[in-house]
């Protein structure tokens, strides 16, 4: 693909978006290496991938890819014998291998959920994707044996001793400092009862008039001179131990770790492996995460067709395109005024080819549809080159001159205001011959112009489609739709007026037009009205015939239900009939029978008598049967009318969730703090949602993660107080700085600026302030965790929430 088309389309900004949603840094830079593909497979795979991914996220079970640190220069130390790893590099090691195993089990665990019976989104691609992985479990134990979850040694049995020495000898350097600052006779020449740190040993901060006063070793001198670091003379000896028990374990921390990556060795190719198919599986993820923030589709392969297009870079603000190409359709001229949208419908349609051709989804609605093309050219905006000598039409030459010595039937070729800069009689010939050009050679061409003449091509050219924008004549102004089959106006002189030209000039103006050009006018105009007309009676018929098919529906049902109905009366009725005549028919016979044997007696009367009474108690139990089929035959039709009625309930209540919806929390609403501590009553503006029920706010200059429950969405016509923090550094003043930033230093100046930050918050009092060490290769960021280690006077130090410098910046806490 060309380059240079690929920055005018913006491709690289959308691939670089789409790669912030990735969980690993390792997936987000190959991911921004990728280009549009040609490989028909390949594409659909991507395709095919990405959706069963977007289903499984919108299914609302587990499937995030859990981010690991970088690690791929960790495998090429694999292969090299006697070499080892830093604890944080096999931490970094540990944590891919955790990822992996996690990864592995929720998309394998899914696709079991599927053959058990369970109702789960297909993803059977991506199981077969989880099922190369390699097993990483036996790297994963090996590694946290000898780290624990925050990167630490463990407590070994073979570290186990040296701590505890060393763990004495600074309890013995604790109590003999001690003794100097709690003596209230000492206490007027130290200038803090906090120890400080000089090269690896405690030292005592004490002021220069009190040199004499204690006894010791002086490592170094304050700024000012008012300041001696004194080593106490009875600490010397201990301290010498420490820095001796520390560099043996020092020494026995190195064999450990040199013996663990040794037992990886054997593993580096496996691990190697399983590190490519994580990056191509975060970067699937990342595309569909960003397809579902955008509301996109991956679209299907067929002919060129736009569902309700919207470009990403324009949000909220695009207005969706509606665009279909027939199959023998190679030619697109779309015309229509200046401002209308034409460009961007052009840089819409292309971009989302090249979106297509990278396996990325497009913010469109199904059924959208693309082709594959071999390639994709665009000649957009104005060419003028003054370094090159170019004028803007031989920059547009220049262009299409290289189009022309490239394109294939399988190109696709965007041509922006075709013909324009020169004599518009000329510009049109070479337009015309460069579109006849590109179609004998079957390019798939889109074209926007002013030129009269080319409308005329779109009509009696075979293989040529017109197409305008649509403008509103009463307010003078684009509605921004694309209208299939017919040209459009420039409106020039209306835009001109819009745009504050004096009248008496546009009045001028008008009368320079011919009659003909007036002519064609009105017949696109009437064309226009046309097209709006049938576009509207095709819609009243559309909506006609699916209410005519719905009722047709209803009343095939209903009638369905009351032939079901009447078919199970009658039966009821002939089964009933049936049993009351063989009953009858029994009792008569026995009854004659009676009669013929003997005379006719009293109780043979009664008898007669009690049958024709209980003949008349069946009819009667008969008709009450009746009655009641009848009561349930109207309880069934007002069964049917409460169920319409329901339905249309439901739809008011569609409509009432979706204008609270418009009052809830969106990205851009103002929101009041509520519950969240040191913040009550301070407004910000919801940035993203984090999670679910949390959102980042913005406070001023401040962002933050603040739960829904915290917060209450306010009008947006209020105003917005801000919220500043002043951090800033107040350079020439003995003070502690509340962040310490140590990037870019070397590790001697590092040192020594943590070593005056300690001192001075132990003076001043700041018992909590930030480092700035960043990530890099890891160098700086150790010395500090091992500077802060030995220090004394530390509470506790960790790092920062991610979403605050994370690794690259540690928190630090002083005693109280």
């Known amino acids: 693909m060309d380059d240079r088309t690929l920055h005018i389309l913006d491709y690289y900004r959308i691939r670089d978006a789409i790669a912030g949603c990735c969980m690993s840094e390792e997936g987000a830079a190959r991911l921004r290496e990728r280009l549009p593909l040609t490989d028909i497979e390949e594409i659909s795979r991507l395709k095919a991938l990405g959706s069963q991914w977007t289903a499984l996220i919108q299914s609302g079970k587990p499937s995030s890819v859990q981010g690991w640190p970088p690690v791929s ?22 944590l891919f291998c955790r ?88 206490r007027s020449a130290l200038q803090s009862d906090v120890p400080a ?151 819409t349609a292309a971009l989302f080819a090249l979106l297509n051709q990278s396996g990325f989804p497009v913010p ?34 220049k262009n299409i001159s290289g189009m022309l010595r490239s394109a294939t039937g399988e190109s696709l070729v965007l041509l922006d205001e075709l013909g324009s800069g020169t004599d518009p009689l000329e510009g049109s010939a070479i337009a015309m011959a460069v579109l006849d050009s590109l179609l004998e050679r079957g ?67 008008e009368s320079y037009l011919v009659n003909e050009q007036a002519d064609v006018s009105a017949l696109i105009r009437g064309l226009t009205e046309k097209h709006e007309q049938m576009i509207l009676f095709e819609q009243e018929r559309k909506a006609e015939q699916r209410y005519l098919a719905e009722q047709r529906r209803k009343a095939d049902l209903k009638e369905l239900r009351l032939r079901q109905k009447e078919l199970e009366l009658r039966e009821q009725g002939y089964r009933k009939t049936g049993v009351f005549l063989d009953e009858s028919r029994s009792f008569l016979e026995n009854l004659v029978r009676e009669l013929r044997e003997g005379e006719i007696t009293r109780e043979k009367t009664l008898k007669v008598k009690e049958f024709l009474a209980g003949l008349a108690a069946e009819v009667d139990a008969e008709k009450e049967s009746l009655r009641h089929a009848r009561e349930e035959l109207e309880e069934l039709k007002q069964a049917e009318r409460a169920e319409e009625a329901q339905k249309q309930a439901a739809a008011l209540a569609d409509a009432s969730v979706g204008a609270a919806d418009a009052l809830g929390f969106v990205p851009g609403a103002e929101v009041k703090l509520a519950g969240f501590a040191g913040s009550a009553g301070r407004r910000g503006t919801l940035i993203r949602e984090e999670k679910r029920g949390s959102w980042v706010v913005a406070v001023g200059d401040i962002r933050m993660t603040i739960k829904e429950r915290e917060m209450t969405v306010v009008p947006s016509s209020l105003p917005k107080p801000s919220l500043s923090v002043d951090l800033s550094d107040r350079g020439g003043e003995d003070v502690p700085r509340f962040e310490l930033d140590l990037r870019g230093m070397r590790f001697d100046e590092a040192r020594k600026a943590l070593e005056r930050q300690l001192d001075l918050a132990a003076i001043k009092g700041l018992h909590e302030f930030s480092i700035i060490h960043g990530k890099g290769n890891g160098v700086l960021q150790q010395g500090v965790r091992d500077y802060l280690n030995a220090y004394p006077g530390i509470g506790e130090f960790h790092f920062a929430r991610p979403e605050d410098g994370g690794s690259g910046k540690t928190i630090v806490q002083l005693r109280q």
């Not at 921390?253 to 040199?258: K, T």
């Open 73 to 94: 220069g960790f495998f090429p130390v694999l292969r090299v014998e006697g070499t080892a790893l830093s604890a944080e590099e096999l931490f970094s090691l540990g």
């Open 197 to 347: 740190l000089r090269n690896g040993r405690q030292v005592l901060a004490v002021r220069s008039g009190f040199r004499g006063r204690i006894k010791g070793i002086v490592h170094e001198v304050s700024r000012t001179g008012q300041t001696l670091y004194v080593e106490p003379e009875d600490v010397v000896a201990r301290n010498n131990d420490l820095v001796q028990e520390e560099r043996r374990l020092s020494i026995e921390i190195q064999r450990i770790l040199r013996e663990l990556t040794a037992q990886l060795k054997p593993m580096g190719t496996e691990l190697a492996s399983a590190h490519e198919k994580m990056v191509f599986l975060d970067m699937i993820y990342a595309a569909a995460r960003w397809g579902i923030r955008h509301s996109a589709v991956f679209a299907a392969q067929g002919p060129f067709r736009l569902v309700q297009a919207r470009h990403p870079l324009l949000g909220e603000q695009a207005v969706p395109i509606d665009l279909q190409l027939l199959p023998d359709c190679r030619a697109l001229i779309i015309t229509g005024p200046n401002t209308g949208g034409k460009t961007v419908s052009l840089k």
């Open 443 to 509: 390019s798939l061409v889109f074209v926007t112009t002013h030129h009269g003449a080319l409308k005329n091509y779109g009509y009696t050219h075979g293989g040529c489609v017109n197409a305008s924008v649509d403008f509103d004549a009463d307010t003078l102004s684009p509605t921004y739709r694309i209208l299939m089959g017919i040209p459009g106006e420039s409106h020039a002189l209306d835009i001109a007026k819009r745009s504050g030209l004096d009248p008496a000039v546009a009045v001028r103006a």
């Open 364 to 397: 469109a609605a199904e059924p959208t549809s693309f082709p594959v093309f071999d390639s994709v050219f665009a000649d957009i905006g104005d060419e003028q080159s003054l370094d090159q000598s170019l004028s803007t039409f031989s920059g547009h030459m």
């Open 99 to 186: 990822s992996v195993s996690g990864l592995r089990s929720v998309l394998l665990r899914t696709t079991e959920g599927q053959r058990g019976g369970i109702t789960e989104p297909d993803i059977s691609l991506l199981a077969e994707e989880a099922a190369t992985l390699p097993d990483l479990a036996a790297a994963e134990a090996a590694i946290f044996r000898v780290l624990d979850s925050s990167g630490q040694m463990r407590d070994l049995p073979e570290l186990r001793a040296i701590r505890e020495s060393i763990a004495r000898i600074r309890r013995d350097i604790d109590a003999l400092v001690r003794r100097y600052t709690v003596d209230d006779s000492l």
